[in-house]
């Protein structure tokens, strides 16, 4: 009888371990289903924040697949910011100007870290960092006592020609969207924040 109870507690031990095991995503991982996620999309908007120089910027953000992205800011009112895949297109309504430069490791990072929030971006990422979780797989809330609940995701760059020293990813754990990307810049160690909201997804954003 004693012998048939140790042998139940092994089979039960053994089984636990492996649904245990199941349940285990790696950060590597999940990064992959979030990216394989953001392939799907062909088009979103939404509401973004930006914080940087101790400054915040409001407005909206548009995707296009492939690689299309615009900003509208309300905050500075009008200004525009322009992504191509290989450019970057800044309009400055106060000044009547506009500057275009090349998508490198010395953009802008107030402008160039809301592209991280793409496909193009995910791909990127995943080629030039490390990934890992904050604290685990298990969702957080996204701000402290917040009901909204997200995955941590640290990554670290694996070359120092990388313009961001360390990327920091919030994605919904309802949604899987980006909620928020936070970037650490190399050249100055200054972090900069993008917060997005509000999505609105494949509803045909015209070319």
Do not use: H, W
């Amino acid at each position: 009888m004693k012998k048939n109870i140790i042998i139940l507690c092994l089979l039960i031990l053994i089984s636990s371990g492996f649904l245990f095991a199941q349940t285990i995503l790696t950060a590597s991982d999940y990064f992959k289903s979030i990216s394989e996620f953001y392939g799907t999309i062909n088009d979103y908007t939404a509401d973004v924040k930006i914080f940087a120089n101790k400054q915040e910027m409001k407005g909206s953000v548009s995707f296009k697949k492939p690689n299309l992205l615009r900003i509208d800011f309300t905050d500075p009112q009008d200004q525009v910011i322009l992504f191509t895949g290989d450019k970057l297109l800044i309009y400055l309504p106060l000044l009547d100007s506009a500057m275009i430069q090349g998508l490198e490791a010395n953009t802008d990072p107030s402008a160039s870290g809301a592209n991280l929030a793409t496909p193009q971006g995910l791909y990127l990422m995943s080629r030039y960092y490390y990934v890992s979780y904050e604290t685990g797989q298990t969702p957080v809330p996204y701000e402290e006592g917040s009901d909204e609940m997200v995955v941590n995701l640290l990554l670290s760059r694996k070359n120092v020609s990388e313009g961001f020293k360390q990327i920091k990813l919030s994605i919904s754990a309802d949604s899987k969207l980006i909620r928020c990307v936070e970037a650490t810049y190399a050249m100055t160690e200054e972090v900069f924040k993008f917060e997005f909201d509000s999505y609105t997804i494949n509803q045909g954003i015209p070319a």
